[in-house]
């Protein structure tokens, strides 16, 4: 049996960090951490463009953008949807997941997603960094894999 997986090392790859400013303390922790795993998987960091959005409900459009551009070989969409006592939350953070799986079903385009919806702000301070991890980290990482599985792919 033939094994297909992603690899580690992304040279010469050109990457857009998208990133919600809403939140902005969350979501810039969460750039610091993709950015540092970027770069720690082999991108030079002349090759990542951070690309700042309003919000969580902008970056599916930015992401289409990128992806028409033909100047990146994948994305990392990063910000935090924190619920509230409305049902905003639900429908910021449900548009946001379908917008961009829907970009990269449409052009074939790797993106991550790296959007944290926790239910208040201790959570999210845990999910960028904290105690759970840096979430942000953890997409450039799978942005990184992506990227060479899909290269491995077209062959």
Not at 25 to 36: C, E, F, K, R, W
Not at 92 to 109: L, P, R
């Amino acid at each position: 049996m033939k094994v297909i997986e992603g690899g580690i090392l992304a040279k010469s790859r050109k990457i857009a960090v998208i990133q919600a400013k809403f939140n902005s303390l969350i979501s810039s922790t969460l750039v610091q951490g993709a950015v540092d795993t970027l770069k720690r998987h082999g991108v030079a960091e002349e090759d990542i463009d951070l690309i700042k959005v309003p919000g969580a409900f902008e970056i599916p459009l930015v992401l289409m953008k990128v992806a028409q551009s033909g100047r990146y070989d994948g994305a990392v969409c990063l910000g935090a949807v924190i619920r509230g006592e409305t049902p905003h939350f639900d429908f910021v953070a449900g548009e946001n997941a379908k917008g961009i799986q829907s970009v990269m079903m449409e052009f074939g385009f790797p993106a991550a997603y790296g959007v944290i919806t926790p239910n208040n702000l201790e959570q999210a301070l845990e999910r960028a960094g904290v105690k759970a991890g840096n979430k942000g980290s953890e997409a450039a990482s799978v942005l990184v894999e992506m990227l060479d599985l899909c290269e491995q792919l077209k062959s």
